[in-house]
Every structure is written in C-alpha cells, then in structure tokens.
C-alpha cells in the first residue's frame, strides 16, 4: 500500500483555553486535490501550520511523505501561507532569486523557471519593480511562482485564491490542473465551497476545531443524496405532484425538480412518469457541498452558525 503524502493521527493543539484542532486525523492520498474546508476559525490554518512544522502540536503524530517534517521533506514541499511574506522593498526578480536559493535551487535553474512562470503570468514587465509597487493580484503572482519554484511533489495552500481577480483565479486552477495531472498532490484551505467542489477529489470537512467528515468527493455526494431529479416534462405542477413517491415538485429551467418520498425508487418513478407524460430528459441532481456541509454539522450535534461562502 502506497505511503500517504500526509497522515494526521489525534493531533490537537490548544492556545490557553481554546482548543484550535481537536483530535484531528485524516489522509492524503499521493497525487490527488485535497481540501481542507470549513468557515474561517475552524482549524485550517493551524492545521496546516503544524503540518509545517511551524507551529508545535500538543499531541498526536503528523508524517509527510512517510516521515515526521524534516528540512529534506520541508525542500519537496510548496506552501503558500494565508498571510503572504514577501519583502516589501526587494525587487521581484531578486527576491524570487533569494526564496529559490533557499529551496536549494540553482541560480542558473532559477533564472530559467523564473523566466518561464513570469511568461506564463504576464508578470515579465514587473521583475525589476519593487514589490510594493505591484498590486495586491500581482503580488499573489510572485507568491505563487515562489510557491512552485522548486518543482515540488506536494503543494500546501492556504486560501490560495484570495485577492486574485477572476481572469487571474482561473489562470491558477489552470495550472493547479497541470500539476495533478504530473502526479503532484495539492492540499489546499478555504471556506469558499464552490471552490472546492469544482477542484477537489477529497476533502476534510472542519467545523468548531473538529473533523466532521472526510473522504473521496463523489462517495460523499452519494452518501449525502437526497433522491432528487430534475426532469424535462409538458406537465402541470399538480400532475407531477400527483406521480407515486414525489414529496414535491419544484418548477424549474422549464422542466422539474423532484425530491423523491423516503424509501421511493428512481427507477419506479421514472417508469410511472414516462407512462403518463411526454418526459423528454432526466437527470439525477447531487448535493452541492454547502448542503454536504450543513447535514454533518446537523448529524455531529455542533452549533454551526458561520456562514460559508
């Protein structure tokens, strides 16, 4: 069995009285997009702090790569924090220079993966500026070529997106695609949901320091299904309602949305529907991870009021 390219067992980690992760544990399997999701004050950050080895856990173990966080590992990582930390007053192509050297990268090969990523990200006019002359979107740019400078197997990123406009987050989520198909695993933080639902495989869900749910994106849409249909029909509100096994019928984009009674079979009343009216199209409609999201807070008995975007 392939080693994971991080394990979390019972780590915790408590600043005075509050508790910042609970005994969290959860696996990242090599070579996929993890997120680590939930609103902001859930544990993320701290989570992946301590995978840094930035922040000490209290308890628990935490391997990368299949060992506990050493320099040689920290080298085949890219971490790109929450709160960015470029030097304001260095010139970008030095100060790119400076984060690769630290990487033990060579300045020859920094030159040329410089080079290529400021091509890529239309960031070639900027290299001699200072960096408190970009933008706050451009500044995101250098941040990331830092980020991935090094070619490394695992990618950490923590609200990778923020302050990029939209031209620029898809520009991203392009290349973030480009390293998951090399095999590179890509773990990232955010309590943006939609985000997450378009680029993950897996996901850990947090909510009040805790792990709600975790595990592979489309076994948890099936877990969480909630039988519902849409389906294309020349029928009236009350004749779809009146179908055997429909708890309700909602119109919409011309046709309906089913939710099928407890215990009802797809099958069965697809078969009843098509018997008695002109259905032109169907489909199955899976829950969106908001909804995932607010069933396990439900089911784990936690009081989650912050709203996620």
């Not at 429909?246 to 009674?261: D, E, K, R």
Request: net charge neutral.
């Amino acid at each position: 069995m392939t080693t994971p390219a991080i394990e979390l067992e019972n780590v915790s980690k408590v600043f005075g009285r509050f508790p910042a992760v609970d005994s969290l544990s959860f696996r990242v399997p090599r070579g996929v997009v993890f997120g680590l999701l939930g609103p902001n004050g859930a544990g993320k950050t701290t989570t992946i702090r301590m995978i840094m080895n930035i922040t000490a856990a209290d308890s628990g173990e935490i391997h990368v790569l299949g060992t506990p966080m050493t320099r040689e590992t920290q080298n085949r990582i890219g971490y790109l924090p929450e709160e960015r930390g470029l030097y304001r007053k260095m010139n970008v192509l030095d100060h790119l220079l400076f984060l690769a050297a630290i990487k033990e990268v060579s300045r020859e090969d920094a030159r040329k993966r410089i080079a290529d990523w400021a091509e890529k990200l239309e960031l070639k006019p900027w290299l001699k500026k200072k960096v408190d002359e970009l933008s706050k979107g451009m500044q995101q740019k250098v941040q990331f070529i830092a980020t991935v400078i090094h070619d490394p197997e695992i990618l950490i990123l923590d609200e990778p997106f923020s302050g990029l406009d939209p031209i620029n987050t898809a520009i991203i989520k392009e290349y973030l695609s480009e390293f998951r198909k090399q095999g590179k695993t890509i773990v990232f933080s955010t309590h943006v949901l939609e985000q997450a639902e378009k680029l993950c495989d897996e996901i850990c869900l947090m909510a009040r320091s805790k792990k709600i749910l975790e595990g592979p994106l489309r076994d948890l849409k099936r877990r969480f299904s909630r039988n519902l249909l849409h389906i294309s029909v020349d029928a009236k509100p009350e004749e779809i309602a009146a179908l055997p096994g429909v708890a309700s019928a909602q119109p919409v984009n011309g046709g309906y949305l089913v939710a099928l009674a407890p215990g009802a079979a797809q099958r069965e009343f697809l078969r009843r529907a098509i018997d008695r009216h002109d259905l032109t199209g169907f489909s199955a409609k899976e829950p969106e991870l908001e909804e995932i999201y607010l069933d396990a807070v439900r089911a784990a008995g936690i009081e989650e009021t912050r709203p996620i975007e």
